[in-house]
């Protein structure tokens, strides 16, 4: 049985992660720079530490990590969102006192890097490509970049952002003005895919899958963020997640956002080295060993039962599901699926989380962002130097 600590508390992934490891036997710890992060009010965990917001204090965060590590005797450090950049940033320091699921910083980096992702999948030379790809990152860039080309057939995205943050999918030319590419926040220019999308997760070690799984979104929260999942069976990206991991040799978590084009034509948009989703579609033991006992053959999830975010699935789509009449599809969906934050062996996380959502909220208030941005903006890491923070 082991010790485990899980990093990035406040996110649905962490509280499903300690439940599963919780139900397999091993005690869990948890460590956020928020006071009441979600998972924290779970009987699945021990005890929740809050340490240093590591976009501020990066250096106080990894020694905070260290010492829970050294005074809690942990096994297994598993980060779950963006704070992973700064566990990578010193992971030579924490791997002395722990085992660390993470890569290299130099690894970390290139594939959160939506331009150096790109860069790589072209160096990899797998059957699967990025889309064309243009790096931005002054306004006479942009400006010339847009003068020759029809930019609705284009896709602007920050370099270093999530959940479809600030992404405008096939703009007008009247809002190109909008997009203010620099070399301290540079833009991506991705020639628009228009088909369906997939997303995966997946646990690899020394190059080898041993977790996979791919789903799709059928409801999300604004344009990015997936609420209702879907599991999903394809052979070409599971193919794809199996060289890659080879080819990197890669040792983490990974994700992937894949697009199917009207020819049928696969491509990959983008990397999220950590925790995604599909987390949620795993049963909860066989994902435990997955993390901890990897099996010689990727394990890869078979139930038909999809998974949400309750709550916020009825927040976000529940209104407009009454005013285009489709209320009766919407409550089929809704009765059908696996909540994956409600337990009613574990009900505390759900019926505390205003309190959670409250504390963000203030944040958001207070520096004048939306609730999405007031949600990461401690943990995220956007390409700036750690050394002289």
């Excluded at 080309?149 to 479809?164: I, L």
């Excluded at 696996?338 to 205003?354: G, H």
């Excluded at 504390?359 to 401690?378: F, H, K, P, V, Y």
Aim: charged share 20%; glycine share 4%; aromatic share 10%.
């Amino acid at each position: 049985m082991k010790r485990i600590l899980l990093t990035g508390a406040r996110a649905p992934v962490a509280l499903d992660l300690a439940r599963k490891f919780s139900k397999a036997g091993h005690t869990v710890y948890l460590a956020d720079s928020i006071a009441l992060p979600l998972a924290r009010w779970s009987r699945s965990v021990k005890r929740t530490f809050q340490v240093p917001a590591p976009a501020s204090n990066p250096v106080l965060f990894v020694n905070a990590l260290e010492s829970i590590c050294r005074s809690e005797k942990i096994d297994l450090l598993i980060p779950t969102c963006e704070e992973i950049f700064f566990v990578a940033s010193g992971l030579e320091q924490l791997q002395k006192v722990t085992q660390v699921l993470s890569e290299s910083f130099e690894t970390m980096h290139r594939l959160h890097s939506k331009w150096q992702f790109v860069q790589l999948i072209e160096n990899l030379a797998l059957e699967v490509q990025a889309p064309e790809s243009h790096l931005l990152c002054d306004a006479e860039a942009l400006e010339a970049f847009v003068r020759t080309r029809n930019t609705k057939d284009w896709v602007f995205k920050p370099v270093y952002s999530r959940f479809a943050s600030r992404t405008s999918v096939g703009p007008e030319p009247d809002r190109i003005s909008e997009i203010r590419p620099s070399e301290s926040d540079p833009w991506l220019a991705q020639r628009r895919i228009k088909g369906q999308e997939f997303s995966t997760f997946s646990i690899s070690s020394h190059g080898r899958v041993c977790a996979h799984a791919c789903y799709r979104s059928k409801y999300r929260a604004g344009v990015g963020a997936g609420i209702y999942f879907l599991n999903v069976i394809d052979p070409r990206i599971q193919s794809f997640v199996d060289r890659f991991s080879e080819k990197m040799h890669f040792t983490g978590q990974v994700g992937f956002d894949f697009m199917y084009d009207e020819d049928g034509t696969l491509y990959v948009l983008e990397c999220n080295p950590r925790s995604t989703s599909g987390l949620h579609m795993f049963e909860d033991l066989e994902l435990a060993n997955a993390y901890l006992q990897p099996t010689p053959e990727a394990i890869v999830p078979t139930s038909e039962t999809p998974r949400m975010l309750g709550a916020v699935l009825a927040l976000c789509t529940l209104p407009s599901a009454i005013v285009h009449g489709t209320i009766r599809s919407w409550i089929s969906d809704y009765a059908r699926a696996r909540d994956v934050i409600f337990s009613w062996r574990d009900p505390l996380p759900m019926l505390l989380s205003p309190f959670s959502i409250l504390e963000i909220g203030i944040r958001a208030i207070r520096t004048g962002n939306s609730l999405s941005q007031a949600s990461t903006m401690d943990i995220e890491w956007n390409g700036e130097d750690l050394q002289q923070r």
